[in-house]
């Protein structure tokens, strides 16, 4: 039996919380005036995309006492930016990450349910969690959740937003045809929820929205993570994008939905993705070395090797060698509120690991580090990489991508003119939406109304 051709899922990741952004090009615009989330998001829109993606922080990273300056210091709220775009967008889909750790489920639940109603039903939650006292120390609760309870409280959290999200009886308004009177419509209904980490009660005072809930996005890359997305998630992001690595974290993932009753199909697998494209894929090749270059730079090198050697390195030459002293592994102070610091689980091995390929390949301190932090997915002509996207997608490496430009805002354009339609052409990517919400853009079954929950348990 010959396997169904796939259709490519394709979304934009306004980025900034990361080294991927190159801010020395002239063509780096603001992130912060609204104009640049605008633009971002209207060519993501124009180029069919399913949805645009913010991340968030809840704290200014540091680095040897003071602020990192190499990430975005001051970006906007994310709901404000979101429900913004969804007055200059009509069908992309809007994704933000709220924290589930520092904020509470009935806020929450209030501001998705407004975004997708405002939106017409664009809304998607990216569901993280924080476990560390130092971004906890801008909250009441600071600190106070061990590290091994944060899925624990997820799941609650996320159960609880589904109780208020489901809680309105009725799904729509009634009038008389003939006289415009008023005869039915949705009502609020109570809810209550009592465990160990929430204790609340009341009515839910936002009706049911189009979406019914926003959709669920999940990032973790545990085995909890990966079994909170499996029973929890719409779609989950992903950092295995080689093909090899990729296709294994695939049947992981899905090979898991069983046991929730799930079908394979009812969750997605996005990974990110970097780009860079030129006339040939020389050039592009080319190109993407001096992207590297800039993204990393001499003082960007010595900022990430102190996240690993816990150590000030602040005196040492980014175009010389490694440090011969060995990464301190005690608990990390020169770093805080980096989620790749958490990464290295045994900084000596992988310094060890870092020292290895320096000498083996005579690579310096920049050198080794625009080795090993990553770089570009897809580099090439235009054709060349449509091709790499279709090639991982129909061998099950993905199911799409969440495109990262280095360039914003405009750092999206050029993909959208030139990639876009030969993968339209292919007849692997929609030439227009075919649906007006995100969970339509993304092939998911719509959720039951409420009418049918009370319905089915009855």
Same mark, same amino acid.
């Given at each position: 039996m010959t396997k169904p051709i796939k259709q490519i899922h394709l979304a934009a990741h306004f980025p900034g919380v990361n080294n991927t952004t190159v801010w020395s090009d002239p063509r780096s615009g603001s992130h912060i005036e609204?104009?640049?989330?605008?633009?971002?998001?209207?060519?993501?829109?124009?180029? !069919?995309?399913?949805?645009? %993606? +913010? &991340?968030?922080?809840?704290?200014l990273r540091e680095q040897n006492g003071l602020i990192y300056d190499l990430d975005v210091v001051g970006r906007p709220d994310t709901f404000t930016v979101l429900a913004a775009l969804a007055a200059v967008t009509g069908r992309l889909g809007l994704a933000g990450t709220i924290n589930s750790t520092f904020n509470e489920p009935y806020e929450v639940a209030r501001q998705f349910a407004?975004?997708?109603?405002?939106?017409?039903?664009?809304a998607a939650w990216n569901v993280v969690t924080s476990w560390d006292a130092?971004?906890?120390?801008?909250?009441?609760?600071?600190?106070?959740?061990?590290?091994?309870?944060?899925?624990?409280?997820?799941?609650?959290?996320?159960?609880?937003?589904?109780?208020?999200?489901?809680?309105?009886?009725?799904?729509?308004?009634?009038?008389? !045809?003939?006289?415009?009177? %008023? +005869? &039915?419509g949705p009502e609020p209904g109570a809810f209550e929820r009592a465990d160990q980490h929430f204790d609340i009660r009341g009515n839910f005072n936002v009706p049911r929205s189009p979406q019914g809930r926003p959709v669920i996005f999940q990032a973790g890359d545990s085995d909890g993570g990966r079994e909170f997305a499996a029973s929890s998630a719409d779609a989950i992001f992903s950092r295995?994008?080689?093909?090899?690595?990729?296709?294994?974290?695939?049947?992981?993932?899905k090979g898991r939905l069983a046991r929730y009753g799930r079908a394979r199909e009812e969750l997605l697998i996005l990974p990110a993705a970097t780009f860079v494209l030129a006339g040939t894929d020389a050039e592009?090749?080319?190109?993407?070395?001096?992207?590297?270059?800039?993204?990393?730079?001499?003082?960007?090198?010595i900022k990430l090797l102190e996240q690993l050697w816990n150590r000030d390195l602040s005196g040492y030459d980014p175009d010389g060698p490694l440090p011969g002293i060995d990464p301190d592994p005690a608990e990390n102070t020169v770093a805080r509120g980096r989620a790749s610091v958490r990464m290295h689980r045994d900084p000596l091995a992988v310094a060890a690991q870092w020292r290895a390929k320096a000498e083996a390949e005579k690579l310096s301190i920049r050198e080794l580090i625009i080795e090993v932090t990553g770089r570009q997915s897809f580099i090439g002509a235009p054709a060349t990489v449509a091709g790499q996207i279709n090639t991982l997608v129909q061998?099950?490496?993905?199911?799409?991508?969440?495109?990262?430009?280095?360039?914003?805002?405009?750092?999206?354009?050029?993909?959208?003119?030139?990639?876009?339609p030969i993968l339209q052409e292919r007849g692997v990517f929609r030439a227009d939406y075919e649906g007006t919400t995100l969970r339509e853009h993304l092939g998911l079954a719509p959720l039951p109304s409420r009418a049918a929950l009370s319905r089915a348990a009855s």
């Open positions: 609204f104009g640049s989330f605008a633009r971002f998001a209207r060519t993501a829109e124009r180029a !069919k995309f399913d949805f645009l %993606f +913010l &991340a968030e922080g809840l704290r407004s975004l997708d109603h405002l939106s017409g039903g664009r130092f971004t906890g120390e801008n909250f009441r609760r600071g600190g106070f959740l061990p590290q091994d309870q944060r899925y624990s409280r997820a799941r609650a959290f996320l159960e609880t937003a589904w109780e208020l999200f489901d809680s309105w009886h009725g799904d729509e308004f009634i009038a008389d !045809k003939e006289t415009g009177q %008023f +005869l &039915a295995h994008g080689t093909l090899e690595d990729g296709q294994a974290f695939y049947e992981d993932v592009a090749a080319e190109l993407a070395r001096e992207v590297r270059l800039q993204q990393v730079s001499g003082q960007t090198a061998a099950d490496a993905s199911d799409g991508f969440i495109l990262v430009p280095h360039i914003t805002p405009g750092g999206l354009d050029e993909f959208a003119d030139t990639v876009v």
